[in-house]
């Protein structure tokens, strides 16, 4: 069989592995700017605690995504560095819409409710994050396999 075609039927097995696992790592980094946020939420304001959580949850899951779901692919630098300035500056404006739009329909909502609200703007981000790091930040190295293991 054809080294180009062996090589694009592996990717294709492969790719379900790396959602799983960038999902997972998603799953997690959610949580995590979850419970920090209600943790800053008890002495800062919401767009305060908002922007902490989501510097510290960014941080955590770049490198998590990083050595976890892309470990058989160079890492670009700049491209990691500009990916993880996108994903933080989209994640504070989709969740500083979230908690306004939350204020729209609840006057007064709870810390736990907001912490909702960004958790949920924060799924739509997970899906195009994917995207970009497959795609743009992590190259595939020529002859590397992926072991999800």
């Given at each position: 069989m054809d080294t180009t075609a062996v090589r694009a039927q592996r990717r294709q097995r492969r790719l379900p592995a790396r959602a799983v696992l960038f999902t997972a790592v998603g799953v997690g980094a959610t949580l995590f700017n979850a419970v920090c946020y209600l943790l800053l939420r008890i002495a800062l304001s919401a767009g305060a605690a908002n922007v902490l959580a989501l510097l510290l949850s960014t941080a955590a899951s770049s490198a998590a995504q990083r050595f976890l779901v892309f470990p058989d692919r160079r890492t670009r630098t700049l491209r990691m560095h500009l990916q993880t300035a996108g994903v933080f500056a989209y994640y504070c404006a989709s969740n500083s819409l979230a908690l306004w739009a939350l204020g729209v329909f609840v006057p007064?909502?709870?810390?736990?409710?907001?912490?909702?609200?960004?958790?949920?703007?924060?799924?739509?981000?997970?899906?195009?994050?994917?995207?970009?790091?497959?795609?743009?930040?992590?190259?595939?190295?020529?002859?590397?396999?992926?072991?999800?293991?």
């Open positions: 007064r909502p709870s810390s736990a409710a907001e912490a909702v609200a960004v958790s949920v703007a924060s799924v739509f981000g997970g899906i195009s994050r994917f995207a970009v790091l497959s795609t743009w930040v992590f190259r595939r190295e020529p002859g590397s396999s992926f072991d999800p293991a």
